[in-house]
């Protein structure tokens, strides 16, 4: 079982940065893909940002590319979302999770609970 707790959300003005936490249990950390999704109000989650075990492979999705910077720290079990240049419309509740599937699945198994990120125009 994989426990993941994201960290960082808050309140921003168009044009800043945050990034977010998501701490992971477990023992394996690193053989895991993990990714960022998203989900703005009565919308549907999004995917965001993945990255793979050992950190050298990252993907985005084409709306944060250039902007977001997904990375991971496997010796502290912990995988970042760098935000920069925030916009309005990257308002949503951010969530983090984990994939013992490998890179080729879009399947994730382990959920963390999600933090607000708001972007104020």
């Known amino acids: 079982q994989v426990q993941l707790v994201e960290s960082g959300g808050g309140l921003v003005q168009a044009g800043g940065s945050l990034r977010l936490s998501c701490a992971a249990s477990g023992r394996t950390f690193s053989s895991y893909v993990m990714g960022w999704f998203r989900q703005a109000p009565g919308k549907e989650r999004d995917f965001v940002a993945r990255i793979s075990g050992s950190g050298v492979i990252t993907y985005y999705a084409d709306s944060v590319k250039g902007r977001f910077t997904i990375s991971r720290d496997n010796a502290k079990k912990t995988v970042y979302l760098q935000m920069n240049s925030l916009k309005p419309e990257d308002t949503a509740v951010y969530y983090c999770?984990?994939?013992?599937?490998?890179?080729?699945?879009?399947?994730?198994?382990?959920w963390g609970q999600g933090t607000q990120v708001t972007v104020s125009s």
């Open positions: 999770a984990a994939s013992m599937r490998g890179w080729g699945t879009r399947e994730y198994d382990y």
